[in-house]
């Protein structure tokens, strides 16, 4: 029935709740490979200042650098289990259209993805990445609590 799955990371206790799940569901399926995203910020320029804390390019090497470390627990459990996995980085200010068009690029038919659970004001004020890829997805959704 499915062919690729993208399991989303941010480095997150709660995000990678979701690799145990998909890592058995991969298995199940007949041994899946998996794709793991995450999803950086942009550079944060500002023309105004005269000075910057940080240039773009160390900027850009401790985002990757925490990138490896949030994708580095999916590699390690496919690894464990005997499942193919690549691993995708992306550049975007929205995280969800970032992870939909790696879906698509990698051929991913499926997405596997935790969510906070958050409820209520705090649902509203602070948003959910997995909302918003749920409501723009036309893949199937599975999601971990």
């Known amino acids: 029935m499915y062919k690729k799955i993208l399991v989303p990371l941010d480095g997150s206790a709660t995000a990678a709740k979701a690799i145990g799940p998909a890592v058995e569901f991969a298995r199940q399926c007949g041994n899946l490979p998996l794709v793991g995203a995450t999803v950086t910020d942009p550079y944060p320029y500002a023309g105004l ?16 650098r925490a990138a490896d470390a949030a994708l580095q627990p999916l590699v390690d459990a496919c690894k464990a289990a005997g499942l193919a996995c690549e691993c995708v980085v992306s550049e975007d200010p929205h995280p969800w259209k970032a992870l939909l068009d790696a879906a698509e690029s990698r051929g991913c038919d499926l997405v596997v993805m935790a969510s906070h659970g958050r409820r209520g004001m705090q649902a509203v004020l602070l948003g959910s990445e997995t909302q918003k890829l749920l409501t723009h997805s036309r893949l199937p959704v599975l999601v971990v609590r």
Request: without cysteine; proline residues 6%; hydrophobic residues 45%.
């Open 49 to 64: 200042a005269d000075a910057v804390p940080i240039t773009a390019d160390e900027y850009r090497a401790s985002t990757l």
